[in-house]
């Protein structure tokens, strides 16, 4: 399993001191914290992308991803989401391509609708065609990585006349795609057609609806021909904050929850991380909740915490990603190993994607397509 950190990048008052940091100190804190998370031995840093205030997440992220990349050597750096319903798939295409060649392959990206309504008609977008536009969006840019012309006709951009996006990928084996959700079931579709992976950002959910949901995508992976349902990759977000006694962890962090713009005025601590996968406490806790996700959503292949958001000062942020370098994911680590059961998917890497493709394994774009689809009616 890989172990990592994402971040949304806002930009959120200090409950404690007050004090705001300006966007240039929570962009460079968040490149301190990318690097942090390579230093500890953490696997992945995912970057979320935004264009409206308060946050400064990248509006196009593989420029931060290109930034991070030249400072690290082996972290493989995802994003938390790219929007596919507001970013043009032919420039998804090139760009995440292009940082593709400068990283050696470590990227990948989470494709995700956002959840900004206001973003929609900044960028011409209806948000009531959130769910069309995702859909025929990531079939372009399915096309678009793996034809070297594209020919194309849809309801929401201009056709494509013999059209070749450049860079091509890397070894000509294109980003992995991991399709990001919390509540739409027509994502989880969408991933299973196409045997990509489903990410699902069960930060705010409870157990049963996350397991619902990463069932539907198993089921329908197996459905579409990519194998078995245990066969398909999935991964979970979470959120955690640590101190050696759980109380002081309660204290400390109880101000920032409190005060968070996506907690703030709803569910008490207490009921949140009683529902959520959320934990506050010890590392030793962490270690228990964490593993007790795979009692509803299975063996998965990535596991990314929410550690900097909510105002905590970067020097506290800093000191979380090192316990959970040093004291969380070793753990982990060995206790996934132990309990995987044999044939348990590997983590995607460009590695793996390229083995795959040399061995002649890759899975079929869209499943067998042998006959129509029972639910869609579509081939």
């Known amino acids: 399993m890989q172990f990592g950190i994402f971040s949304i990048g806002d930009v959120t008052p200090d409950p404690i001191t007050g004090r ?6 929570r962009i460079k804190s968040t490149v301190a914290i990318a690097q942090k998370a390579e230093q500890v031995g ?11 205030p ?3 997440a990248p509006a196009n992220p593989p ?26 798939p032919v420039r998804i295409a090139e760009d995440y391509a292009y940082v593709q ?39 372009l840019l399915h096309r678009l990585w793996r034809e070297e012309e594209v020919e194309w006709q849809g309801r929401f951009r201009t056709p494509l006349d013999h059209f070749t996006a450049t860079p091509r990928p890397l070894d000509a084996v294109p980003p992995f795609v991991w399709h990001g959700s919390i509540r739409s079931p027509e994502i989880a579709e969408q991933a299973a057609y196409y045997g990509d992976g489903f990410f699902h950002n069960n930060i705010f959910w409870n157990k049963e609806h996350t397991g619902r949901m990463v069932d539907l995508y198993r089921e329908r992976f197996a459905h579409y021909g990519h194998g078995s349902p245990e066969q398909a990759t999935v991964g979970l977000g979470g959120q955690v904050f640590m101190r050696p006694n759980s109380q002081d962890a309660v204290r400390e962090f109880r101000p920032y929850f409190d005060r968070a713009p996506v907690y703030g005025g709803g569910p008490s601590l207490e009921e949140f991380t009683e529902m959520t996968p959320l934990t506050v406490g010890t590392p030793e806790q962490v270690i228990e909740k964490t593993l007790s996700f795979r009692e509803y959503a299975g063996d998965y292949q990535r596991q990314l915490f929410l550690i900097d958001h909510a105002g905590l000062p970067l020097d506290t942020v ?4 090192e316990i959970l370098g040093e004291e969380v994911v070793p753990v ?22 390229r083995a795959r493709r040399d061995a002649g394994r890759d899975p079929v774009p869209g499943g067998t397509q042998a006959a129509a689809d029972d639910v869609t009616t579509r081939r």
């Open 332 to 353: 982990l680590r060995k206790e996934v190993a132990a309990r995987a059961p044999e044939g348990t998917p590997e983590a995607p890497t460009h590695e793996l994607l």
């Open 20 to 25: 705001v940091p300006s966007e240039h100190q």
């Open 318 to 321: 800093l000191e979380q990603i």
């Open 101 to 139: 060649h400068l990283s050696d392959g470590r990227i990948d990206l989470t494709l995700g609708r956002g959840n900004t309504g206001p973003v929609y008609p900044w960028f011409g977008k209806d948000i009531r065609a959130g769910i069309p536009l995702a859909v025929e969006n990531y079939a």
């Open 54 to 56: 308060p946050f400064v």
């Open 42 to 52: 953490l696997d992945v840093f995912a970057i979320g992308q935004h264009h409206n």
């Open 63 to 88: 420029i931060f991803m290109a930034h991070i990349a030249a400072q690290t050597e082996r972290l493989l750096l995802s994003t938390a989401t790219t929007l596919i319903t507001t970013t043009d």
